[in-house]
């Protein structure tokens, strides 16, 4: 089975929703930028809600001087968009889910491979999250306060997560992994 590997960038104050200028992809210092392709080393696919994968194939395919290696990841996995309007996804290797998206992912985690990456896409995220489907949650924290915006987790979502590794950096960005509790535990919550 594989897990669902959820990595969201989000202020100081809980907002994933970036309302205000406080993210951007090509600036990651060098240790950030190593623990981000240690972890998508992890992953042979990612899913995405219809807007983040808009605005991640309006951005990384043309990008030409990436340093970073995201491009060249991203144009290689296999990618799965959930929308119900999308009749043409327009970048390689990627897939449509117009489907029940909760159902269409526990298919995916039950397939063969490595890990999948579920990123931005919020309101997906709330889906997955609440259908008990996320098996580690890997959180980059900007040193910014927006005040307002999305939260990671939906409203009345209670579950026991374990640390499993706490890093930080020069730039004030810090990085958690946490593993989700068991479904024994998220019920006990």
């Known amino acids: 089975m594989r897990s669902l590997i959820l990595t969201q960038n989000m202020t100081a104050d809980g907002s994933v929703e970036m309302l205000d200028d406080w993210f951007d992809p090509s600036e990651q210092d060098p240790e950030m930028l190593e623990l ?80 999948i990456s579920l990123t931005g896409s919020i309101t997906l995220s709330h889906t997955l999250i609440a259908a008990g489907l996320v098996d580690e949650y890997c959180l980059w924290t900007y040193p910014y306060v927006q005040g307002r915006g999305r939260r990671l987790f939906p409203d009345g979502h209670r579950e026991r997560l374990r640390l499993t590794e706490h890093r930080s950096f020069a730039t004030g960005v810090t990085y958690t992994r946490w593993s989700s509790a068991t479904p024994l535990e998220r019920n006990e919550s």
């Not at 995405?48 to 340093?67: A, H, K, M, N, V």
């Not at 929308?83 to 298919?107: F, K, L």
């Open 36 to 115: 981000t392709q240690r972890d998508s080393a992890e992953c042979d696919a990612i899913v995405l809600g219809r807007q983040t994968f808009e605005d991640f194939r309006g951005y990384w395919p043309q990008q030409s001087d990436d340093t970073t290696g995201i491009t060249d990841e991203l144009n290689a996995l296999a990618k799965y968009v959930v929308s119900t309007t999308m009749t043409d996804p327009g970048w390689q290797n990627s897939t449509i889910i117009d489907t029940d998206p909760v159902a269409a992912v526990r298919e995916l985690t039950q397939r063969s491979g490595r890990s």
